[in-house]
């Protein structure tokens, strides 16, 4: 009997059973249970909207958020910087390249907290860093940001800041949303592009 | 270091004297397999010694089935692991280039340095060629841009193309890996040239 | 014969990778199913149910409160059992998800604690998973962003 032929039953052997393992590895959680349970009891997981309102107004560059909502919701109005990834085709390789990146905080949103972490918990499990949730979305979002006022006789520094903070946050949400949007569409495949162009590349 | 879980906090020094002895490695098992000898390599072409198709094929073979398990396994992260992105039209004329200098010079780039380490004139010379074909590509890459960054693909899987799983495709690889071995022993028989194959 | 002692080595590799392969496929504590099942699962949220709806639910069911401690919320709720979400994956906790054969309701207060327990659990392979929401419709934008038409991006920098 020779080596070929010893060769080839250990290579049909081997390769039976890797027909039947039982999923692909690369595309299911890498995290264990335990892990991702412990990780998703804590707080830290959390930003509140005042401070994705401060990231905006200091254009910071070290996040990204991430709007879970569909396409026709993202187009009528999102908080700027964002990148569309409805949570309905979440699972679309095509968006690896936001979610799987080391450098960049991600920060997922919706209308409200659910669709969000349901986000966070899959990119979360399935190994991705760096994964946030905004606090409330954008209900919350529009509540402080957008809707609250001052009320009051004197106002201490904190909360001076605090609205002003807000106030520049809604100032800029409310520019960019009204964009006609011709316009939008242009900003956003512009941003897809960049991604796309920022693929690869060896670790 | 990449996906290897277990490796992954080494420090820099560290990770560059394990790439070290894996290189060492890597020359040492071409220069034993004969690769250093054009003729085995131009071999593969006329049929006479198939070692080429062999090793390659097995060396392929064996990180497909080693980096599926570590990472069935846990041990390993295939999400961390580089997929190349595919450019259609680089890949086809690429390998039209590539496969016509390998008949003609009888080394790929690998084969060549291993080659050229152990002083083989035509190794030299070969090189060279590669260097030169490098500095013309590079100078006028941009007036050649449109074709190769032409039927942009992306990073694509050949799995995930097909649509079966990851472990289906092994097992067909297996398969034609098992079949083409076949073919190749046939080969060897009925091509054989006794008075170039006992020199190498 | 002799030619089987020849592979033995062989066919004793390819045991023990069996053997692994099969530890590791059978282990309770891995994650297994397909992520693209669960996002199936939870869009357009047919993964939830209402209190509406859970009373007209004729069927058997479980509810597992999800509260913790000081978080523990006092909704009663019939056939309601208190898991504490730390406590989610305790071996005594597990087993009860295991045996149930009805329904499984879960709820918290905080809607992102159901959310994340639901995805966990999902990929657990529990199928028969709902949340219990105490809105009709979760999700909806409450406001009602109006665009500020008279805005002028060249006049007033961002």
């Given at each position: 009997m020779n080596a070929r032929i010893k060769f080839s039953i250990l290579l049909i052997g081997v390769g039976i059973m890797m027909a039947f393992l039982p999923f692909n590895t690369a595309r299911s959680f890498q995290l264990k249970p335990d892990e991702l349970l412990s990780k998703s009891v804590s707080d830290d997981i959390y930003f509140s909207v005042d401070q994705v309102a401060r990231f905006i107004n200091n254009e910071d560059t070290t996040f990204q958020l991430i709007d879970v909502r569909d396409a026709e919701q993202f187009k009528a109005f999102n908080i700027p910087g964002s990148v569309n990834i409805p949570f309905n085709d979440f699972s679309d390789p095509k968006w690896e390249v936001y979610l799987n990146q080391k450098g960049l905080k991600n920060i997922y949103y919706g209308n409200d907290d659910r669709t969000a972490c349901y986000a966070w918990t899959i990119s979360t499990g399935m190994g991705y860093g760096n994964n946030f949730v905004m606090k409330g979305g954008l209900n919350e979002w529009y509540k402080t940001v957008m809707l609250s006022q001052f009320e009051g006789e004197n106002i201490t520094p904190r909360e001076n800041a605090l609205f002003e903070n807000r106030f520049n946050a809604r100032k800029t949400f409310t520019q960019i949303n009204s964009l006609p949007d011709s316009l939008k569409t242009h900003y956003f495949n512009a941003k897809h592009l960049q991604a796309s162009k920022l693929d690869g590349g060896c670790e | 270091m990449g996906p290897l879980s277990i490796i992954s906090e080494f420090p820099e020094w560290l990770n560059l004297l394990i790439a070290l002895f894996i290189g060492v490695g890597f020359g040492f098992a071409l220069e034993q397999a004969g690769f250093s000898s054009s003729r085995r390599l131009a071999g593969m072409f006329y049929g006479y010694d198939t070692t080429v198709l062999k090793v390659f094929f097995t060396a392929a073979i064996v990180a497909l089935v080693g980096s599926q398990l570590l990472s069935f396994f846990g041990l390993l992260n295939l999400k961390l692991v580089y997929v190349n992105p595919y450019y259609m039209n680089a890949t086809i004329i690429g390998g039209v280039i590539m496969g016509a200098g390998f008949i003609m010079g009888g080394y790929c780039p690998g084969t060549g340095i291993s080659a050229l380490s152990i002083g083989k004139i035509d190794a030299m010379i070969f090189l060279l060629g590669g260097l030169v074909g490098a500095f013309l590509f590079a100078e006028t890459s941009p007036y050649i841009q449109t074709i190769f960054l032409g039927n942009y693909k992306g990073a694509m899987r050949i799995d995930e193309w097909m649509g079966v799983s990851t472990g289906v495709f092994t097992f067909i690889l297996i398969v034609a890996a098992v079949f083409l071995f076949w073919l190749s022993e046939l080969a060897e028989k009925r091509f054989s040239r006794p008075e170039i194959t006992s020199e190498i | 014969m002799e030619q089987f002692k020849s592979l033995r080595f062989i066919f004793l590799f390819l045991i023990i990778l069996l053997v692994l392969v099969l530890v590791r496929s059978f282990n309770p504590n891995l994650f297994r199913q397909d992520p693209g099942k669960t996002v199936e699962a939870a869009i357009n949220n047919n993964n939830s149910i209402t209190f509406a709806q859970l009373k007209a639910l004729n069927t058997q069911y479980l509810v597992i409160n999800l509260g913790?401690?000081?978080?523990?919320?006092?909704v009663k709720i019939k056939n309601s059992i208190n898991i504490p979400v730390e406590n989610l994956l305790d071996k005594a906790n597990q087993t009860i998800f295991k045996e149930s054969k009805d329904e499984i309701i879960l709820y918290s207060a905080d809607v992102s604690t159901t959310a994340k327990v639901w995805v966990i659990l999902n990929q657990l392979g529990f199928k028969k998973l709902l949340i219990l929401t105490p809105?009709?419709?979760?999700?909806?934008?409450?406001y009602k962003f109006q665009p500020d038409t008279s805005v002028r991006l060249e006049n007033d920098s961002i």
């Open positions: - | - | 913790t401690g000081g978080k523990f919320d006092s809105d009709e419709q979760p999700e909806v934008f409450k």
